[in-house]
């Protein structure tokens, strides 16, 4: 069947123009230089802001031999940033956000006393690495000019901690093997997550849930939401893992290791087909896209077909979901378009330094621009919110983060081998997933998936420079 297909005169047709237009996008200049590496850690060492931090760590080094610390924590748990890293990254939907937090400051506490007891430790460089510092650093800043500073100080310090946790991961991993089982664990934790989904979809009595327009979709009987307290927070934590599972499965070797996968896959998808977010199911479509054009330009003619198929074979509850997309007379649609008007009319005053973090300062500055008397916590899209935060500042280092990361993720695939370019595919597909979704919902409203995200694209770092890893 695949060799029917192949030679057939409109799949050659096809692949010929998607070859077409690939070959004219990566002349491009414009290309070229997004795939181009201009950064170098060589140059980065010889910064004065560089040295002076290894200044201070050559300081607490001294110190810890002199003190003999250095023999005391030889072994030690609490010198192993990568089990902190790996109950953070991998609990963090069950745990609660404090309980988190505290595996958080493990995760830093191991790494500076690794950085601090060996003599030779470096830490880890990448282009992206000064833009995240920065951005943590406004999010800082912005917590203590806040219009409510009591209000967005517990707000700002998690999300301080949270963006810096990239670090503690990217530092951690040291091994190929290590990045391998650290995002299989993170995908395979997802189960218990969709299993408990599941559990409240078939006995919803014993739940509360307040996020359907019974009016409107009146076939809807519930949205699950496991352990993440709302239906579309879960399904960004499912956007963050789904492409991880289908590169884990083209990886695989073997009709059992792949059928392990599929079910996985399967059972990640449905648990997100049953949150009824439309944000969600356009970002997993899209970052299917992405995942299948990386993998295969010629896909592009099976995303076009599959795009005209859709709505023939889509249950009529989720084809109905889908096409009230923009309808104002969903409550859901209506509601956040006057939330936007209401923040974008906020931002003409505020645009400079922001309001500052959390749901505080937002609830004191909002409503007196809010668009048809409607209330809301936050402004339901993240790249509004960042600005709502931090200022055209913050916006913009949140913008180079993103630009950054996927260079740098490109980049990674041009180079890697085969073998290796499937998690790479596979992170740029969950960063993108995630974005669109980001364009309906404030995405880091809940911490946790906050912190998974920065998690996501450290190990997606990793993954672009995966030769700097050591085999074993």
Same mark, same amino acid.
């Given at each position: ?14 692949? /010929? ?26 140059? =980065?060492?010889? /910064? ?8 201070? @760590? ?22 192993? &940033? ?13 745990? &609660?956000? %404090? ?35 920065? #951005?943590?650093?406004? #999010?800082?800043?912005? *917590? ?15 999300? *301080? ?21 650290? *995002? ?82 399967? $059972? ?8 009824? +977010? ?20 010629? !896909? ?14 889509? &249950? =009529? ?5 889908? %096409? ?13 378009? #006057? ?19 959390? *749901?505080?300062?937002?609830? %004191? ?5 809010? #668009?048809?008397?409607?209330?809301? &916590?936050? +402004? ?20 180079? @983060? ?17 073998? =290796? ?6 992170? $740029?597909?969950?960063?993108?997933? !995630? ?13 946790? @998936? ?21 085999? =074993?």
């Amino acid at each position: 069947m695949g060799d029917i297909i192949k030679n057939s005169i409109v799949y050659n047709l096809f692949a /010929s123009i998607a070859g077409w237009f690939s070959g004219q996008f990566e002349k491009s200049r414009i290309i070229g230089g997004f795939l181009t590496e201009r950064c170098s850690p060589e140059g =980065e060492e010889k /910064s004065v802001l560089v040295r002076i931090f290894y200044g201070i @760590v050559n300081i607490f080094r001294i110190i810890f031999e002199k003190l003999r610390l250095t023999k005391l924590l030889e072994g030690s748990i609490f010198k192993m &940033p990568l089990l902190w890293s790996f109950l953070a990254m991998v609990l963090a939907p069950a745990l &609660p956000t %404090m309980a988190v937090l505290g595996l958080v400051c493990l995760g830093f506490l191991s790494l500076a006393l690794k950085l601090f007891c060996e003599r030779d430790y470096r830490l880890r460089y990448f282009p992206v690495n000064k833009f995240v510092f920065i #951005y943590a650093l406004v #999010y800082f800043l912005t *917590t203590f000019t806040s219009v409510d500073v009591r209000g967005s100080l517990l707000g700002g310090m998690l999300t *301080t901690a949270f963006i810096l946790f990239y670090f503690v991961v990217i530092n951690a991993v040291e091994t190929k093997k290590q990045l391998r089982r650290l *995002t299989f664990c993170f995908v395979c934790f997802g189960v218990l997550i969709a299993f408990y989904g599941f559990y409240q979809y078939l006995f919803p009595s014993k739940f509360s849930g307040n996020w359907v327009d019974t009016e409107m979709f009146s076939d809807i009987g519930f949205r699950v939401y496991s352990t993440l307290e709302n239906p579309n927070v879960l399904g960004e934590y499912f956007l963050l893992t789904i492409p991880f599972v289908v590169a884990f499965f083209f990886d695989a070797r073997g009709i059992l290791k792949k059928g392990f996968y599929f079910i996985v896959g399967c $059972i990640l998808m449905l648990c997100l087909i049953l949150t009824y +977010s439309r944000g969600c199911w356009l970002g997993i479509l899209f970052a299917a896209m992405v995942f299948l054009i990386l993998l295969d330009r010629r !896909f592009v003619l099976l995303i076009i077909l599959g795009l005209l198929i859709m709505p023939f074979v889509l &249950p =009529e509850t989720i084809l109905n979901r889908f %096409m009230s997309i923009g309808n104002m007379s969903d409550s859901s649609t209506s509601y956040r378009f #006057y939330i936007y008007m209401g923040t974008l009319s906020m931002l003409k005053d505020y645009w400079l330094c922001g309001i500052g973090p959390g *749901t505080s300062a937002f609830n %004191m500055v909002y409503p007196s621009y809010a #668009y048809d008397s409607v209330m809301a &916590p936050h +402004s339901h899209n993240l790249y509004l919110q960042v600005m709502c935060d931090s200022g055209i500042c913050g916006e913009i280092v949140f913008l180079a @983060v993103l630009y950054r990361a996927l260079k740098t993720c490109s980049i990674g695939l041009k180079n890697r081998a085969k073998g =290796e370019r499937i998690f790479v595919i596979g992170s $740029i597909s969950a960063l993108c997933g !995630f974005l669109v979704q980001s364009l309906f919902d404030y995405t880091f409203y809940n911490y946790r @998936v906050m912190l998974m995200f920065w998690a996501v694209l450290a190990i997606s770092m990793l993954y672009a420079n995966i030769g700097a890893l050591r085999e =074993e």
